[in-house]
């Protein structure tokens, strides 16, 4: 079975309910996500609909949705417990849940009360999944650099355009699409606008699931719009103000949920290697089948490869690594959900999360020897999901830019005082964990 104890040092930032939360993602996770996750790593050129319709029956698409809007109004720390749990078992069925989480948060924090009130439940009750459409081929994360226009047509407007790498591309039934509203040359803080763009409108195509490199079940696709005509009623936030929609959802869902992604893995990456060099067959709680080539159980040097000292110290830098981005990733959101200044806490846990889960996938590629190439071996898909951590919300160099500005103060909006408001989830909880 696996752990369902969240470690003591988590405690600070976990109510009942969190706890609560935990244990049944931990059982989810072993009972409807594991036993999919090797097809999904064998069927890469199939989007994973299974586990998301799954998610969506619990109500998990709407974790931070508000209770007034039909959702759970947990918060982000719940949502982190989540994230991180589903992605020690699959990174995949993981990104499926934050990728929707993301214009989630945009539309609870910019859309209008009817706006909610239509959406919102839909997405809480798992009839709709959504995207958010900002990366475009030739501007890649550069928001100011977006060429997709947005015209005024009579009472709406027709949108032409393409996005791509878009999460959840197959999976949502609406997708909001960050658009230039202004003539070329204004300043891109007025110059874009966000709109939400069914599936369905004419004019909208969706090319073909590629696989990447990892997150095989994962829809990260492209979407071409050819003059797509929506009402202004699917205008998010004003007009030109949709650069502050993509960078606030980028910094308080983005980057914390790309955190705990990376957290999951992490800690996978650690067990996987710890267990293979001390001889316990066991990957994600489970024990792994006790054929030869999955162990290390041939004598070396009078004992396990544990318990040579250059290794011991190579597991001692792994554990370092992984119980500082676990106190990272849960810190940087309890500030959150207590509506504290932490735009740079986010920013430095998605950073650090990737960066040294990155460096002990590949210790640990390392560690394995010739064992880290067997492509029915976690490990090898531990180190290609990983990749997908880094560039999404910005990259690292982008996250280094983002922490200078903070350190000269040269950052004056605080996205995490300005539009957060403390969930229901932050008080303690009677009920016994």
């Known amino acids: 079975m696996p752990t369902t104890t969240p470690p003591p040092s988590l405690r600070p930032y976990l109510t009942a309910r969190h706890e609560l939360l935990w ?40 974790v931070t949705v508000p209770i007034e809007f039909g959702g759970m109004g947990a918060g982000h720390v719940a ?21 929707t989480l993301i214009p989630v948060g945009a539309l609870r924090h910019f859309g209008s009360y009817e706006q909610k009130d239509y959406w919102l439940p839909q997405v809480a ?24 226009v947005a015209e ?39 110059a874009l606008t966000a709109f939400l763009v069914e599936s369905d409108r004419k004019g909208l195509s969706i090319a073909d699931h590629r696989p990447g490199l990892g997150l095989h079940g994962f829809s990260a696709g492209r979407l071409d719009l050819d003059r797509v005509h929506v009402p202004d009623g699917n205008k998010v936030g004003q007009v030109g103000h949709g650069l502050d929609v993509a960078q606030s959802s980028s910094i308080l869902y983005g980057r914390p949920n790309l955190a705990a992604v990376s957290l999951g893995l992490h800690e996978m990456v650690v067990e996987t290697t710890t267990s293979y060099l001390a001889n316990r067959p066991r990957y994600g709680g489970f024990l792994v089948e006790t054929t030869t080539s999955y ?29 500082a981005a676990r106190i990272l990733a849960y810190q940087a959101v309890h500030l959150l959900d207590h509506g504290l200044p932490c735009d740079t806490d986010l920013i430095n846990a998605k950073y650090l999360g990737h960066a040294w889960a990155a460096r002990s996938a590949q210790d640990a590629m390392e560690l394995h020897g010739g ?63």
């Not at 072993?30 to 989007?47: I, K, L, N």
């Not at 749990?85 to 849940?97: G, M, N, Y």
């Not at 032409?160 to 699409?177: D, P, S």
């Open 295 to 323: 162990l290390a159980n041939r004598p070396r040097y009078g004992g396990f490869l544990s318990d040579q000292p250059v290794v011991h110290d190579r597991i001692g830098e792994l554990e370092s690594r992984v119980r």
């Open 125 to 148: 009750a798992g009839s709709l999944l959504l995207s958010i459409a900002s990366t475009e081929p030739s501007a890649g994360g550069h928001i100011g650099g977006i060429q997709t």
């Open 371 to 433: 064992q880290a190439f067997d492509t029915g071996y976690p490990l090898q898909r531990l180190w290609r999901d990983i990749q997908h951590t880094y560039p999404p919300a910005g990259t690292g160099e982008v996250q280094r830019i983002r922490l200078a500005d903070a350190a000269l103060e040269d950052d004056p909006i605080q996205w995490s005082v300005l539009l957060t408001g403390e969930p229901a989830w932050t008080q303690p909880d009677p009920t016994p964990a």
């Open 23 to 62: 244990q049944e993602a931990d059982t989810f996770a072993s009972d409807c996500v594991a036993p999919r996750a090797a097809r999904m790593e064998a069927a890469r050129g199939r989007v994973e609909r299974k586990v998301a319709e799954l998610m969506a029956n619990r109500g998990w698409f709407g």
């Open 79 to 99: 949502k982190t417990i989540l994230v991180h749990r589903i992605a020690r078992v699959s990174a995949a069925a993981a990104a499926i849940l934050q990728a």
């Open 152 to 190: 005024r047509v009579g009472n709406g407007w027709a949108i032409t355009g393409n996005k791509i790498h878009i999460g959840n591309a197959h999976l949502a039934g609406a997708h909001l699409v960050i658009a230039r509203t202004a003539e070329p040359g204004v300043s891109p803080s007025r």
